[in-house]
């Protein structure tokens, strides 16, 4: 009689805290993104379970890219505040807080805490984002001087996210952290587009979206289209004019290169449809969502060879040597071949659909729980 009654207790609620503070306000970036969609199918994943979840914000404008949820407005996450950051979420009662970063505060936490690692770019790359405060640009430099921060920030928490298979490789090969890891994908938004039913192998149009950091290697590109006579390269992103000038100036003769400025998404996605490849030189990558939002689009993708790429493209890509501008004209040049293009275009929508926002959400329900019922047993 007892163990039935037990059995039909209700299960005590789990309050989940996730950090969305690294969203922007007005238009997202990556870590924006991931985090944004990420907790919308994270919202989704515990409809009817034992999880309740609030996100935390710093800025009320960020409202306006996350989805509807319960929130907490607290310390901007690069603010002196974030030291005592833990109290306050101790005070609210967390039991599990997850943070779409790895800088997140956590001294004095009584709760369980999962922090996310997006890639190790900066370490071999160490320019830091150009819209960060100069105080923040100066601690970014120090901070990837070696990894000996990086680990003692990841060992503070209970279990670390990865966003890739590539990332939680590299986390293991340089012995980052000695807690669990697990990978909580990125995606695209998008799903897959029905199949094309105009075939652009002839138009010889491509199209550039993305940052412009030295790791992009935006350089390579431009200078491809120097054995790509007649091709037309759309650079899609925002981009500042000094850094447009030093692009300008290695165009070769005779190339075209437009330089938007930053489009809307319904130019952007008119600009894919009419382009023959979606195109990127990286020389690393966290992850690449305009590759695979490209591929569910339909439009074939030319790439880096690098392991992050094979990872999210696998076979659905033209792959070359950044480094080598005729191997990537070489790469865009088998799609001008019209049963190719077709081919890799099927193959990215299919391609495209391996990673879904659903099944990350579904991981990161399974780590919060695993975090959890941890903490349960050992405290």
Same mark, same amino acid.
């Given at each position: 009689?007892?163990?039935? %009654?037990?059995?039909?207790?209700?299960?005590?609620?789990?309050?989940?805290?996730?950090?969305?503070? @690294?969203?922007? #306000?007005?238009?997202?970036?990556?870590?924006?993104?991931?985090?944004?969609?990420?907790?919308? /199918?994270?919202?989704?994943?515990?409809? !009817?379970?034992?999880?309740?979840?609030?996100?935390?914000?710093?800025?009320?404008?960020?409202?306006?890219?996350?989805?509807?949820?319960?929130?907490?407005?607290?310390?901007?996450?690069?603010?002196? =505040?974030?030291?005592?950051?833990? !109290?306050?979420?101790?005070?609210?009662?967390?039991?599990?807080?997850?943070?779409?970063?790895?800088?997140?505060?956590?001294?004095?936490?009584?709760?369980?805490?999962?922090?996310?690692?997006?890639?190790?770019?900066?370490?071999?790359?160490?320019?830091?984002?150009?819209?960060?405060?100069?105080?923040?640009?100066?601690?970014?430099?120090?901070?990837?001087?070696?990894?000996?921060?990086?680990?003692?920030?990841?060992?503070?928490?209970?279990?670390?996210?990865?966003?890739?298979?590539?990332?939680?490789?590299?986390?293991?090969?340089?012995?980052? %952290?000695?807690?669990?890891?697990?990978?909580?994908?990125?995606?695209?938004?998008?799903?897959? /587009?029905?199949?094309? #039913?105009?075939?652009?192998?002839?138009?010889?149009?491509? *199209?550039?979206?993305?940052?412009?950091?030295?790791?992009?290697?935006?350089?390579?590109? *431009?200078?491809?289209?120097?054995?790509?006579?007649?091709?037309?390269?759309? *650079? &899609?992103?925002?981009?500042?004019?000094?850094?447009?000038?030093?692009?300008?100036?290695?165009?070769?003769?005779? /190339?075209?290169?437009?330089?938007?400025?930053?489009?809307?998404?319904?130019?952007?996605?008119?600009?894919?449809?009419?382009?023959?490849?979606?195109?990127?030189?990286?020389?690393?990558?966290? @992850?690449?969502?305009?590759?695979?939002?490209?591929?569910?689009?339909?439009?074939?993708?030319?790439?880096?060879?690098?392991? *992050?790429?094979?990872?999210?493209?696998?076979?659905?890509?033209?792959?070359?040597?950044?480094?080598?501008?005729?191997?990537?004209?070489? &790469?865009?040049?088998?799609?001008?071949?019209?049963?190719?293009?077709?081919?890799?275009? /099927?193959?990215?929508?299919?391609?495209?659909?391996? @990673?879904?926002?659903?099944?990350?959400?579904?991981?990161?329900?399974?780590?919060?729980?695993?975090?959890? =019922?941890?903490?349960?047993?050992?405290?």
């Amino acid at each position: 009689m007892s163990k039935s %009654t037990k059995s039909l207790q209700p299960s005590p609620r789990l309050s989940v805290f996730f950090d969305a503070r @690294f969203t922007r #306000t007005t238009h997202h970036d990556g870590i924006s993104r991931y985090g944004s969609c990420l907790l919308s /199918a994270l919202l989704t994943a515990v409809e !009817g379970t034992e999880i309740d979840v609030t996100m935390i914000i710093s800025d009320e404008a960020q409202l306006a890219l996350l989805p509807e949820c319960s929130w907490v407005q607290l310390s901007d996450p690069t603010s002196p =505040a974030e030291v005592a950051i833990a !109290g306050k979420l101790n005070a609210l009662g967390a039991d599990v807080v997850f943070s779409t970063m790895q800088t997140m505060g956590s001294f004095g936490r009584r709760y369980g805490l999962i922090l996310t690692i997006h890639d190790l770019i900066y370490y071999s790359h160490p320019e830091p984002p150009g819209d960060l405060p100069l105080p923040v640009r100066l601690l970014w430099r120090a901070y990837h001087l070696s990894f000996f921060p990086q680990r003692l920030l990841l060992n503070r928490a209970d279990a670390v996210a990865a966003v890739s298979e590539t990332t939680k490789e590299l986390i293991a090969a340089n012995r980052l %952290t000695d807690r669990p890891v697990q990978v909580v994908s990125n995606a695209a938004e998008a799903v897959a /587009a029905p199949a094309r #039913t105009v075939n652009r192998h002839d138009a010889k149009t491509l *199209i550039y979206m993305g940052a412009f950091l030295p790791y992009k290697n935006v350089e390579s590109l *431009i200078r491809a289209l120097e054995h790509l006579p007649g091709w037309t390269l759309h *650079i &899609a992103s925002r981009i500042d004019g000094r850094r447009e000038a030093q692009l300008r100036a290695l165009i070769p003769d005779r /190339a075209r290169v437009v330089f938007h400025r930053g489009i809307s998404d319904e130019e952007y996605a008119r600009l894919l449809d009419e382009s023959t490849a979606l195109v990127t030189a990286s020389r690393e990558e966290g @992850f690449g969502l305009p590759v695979i939002e490209a591929m569910a689009k339909g439009v074939p993708v030319a790439v880096s060879d690098i392991p *992050i790429f094979r990872e999210i493209a696998a076979e659905a890509a033209e792959y070359f040597d950044p480094e080598d501008p005729r191997s990537i004209a070489h &790469a865009i040049d088998r799609l001008t071949d019209a049963g190719r293009w077709a081919e890799q275009s /099927a193959a990215g929508r299919r391609q495209s659909q391996v @990673f879904d926002w659903a099944k990350s959400a579904d991981s990161l329900v399974e780590l919060i729980r695993s975090v959890a =019922a941890h903490r349960k047993t050992n405290n």
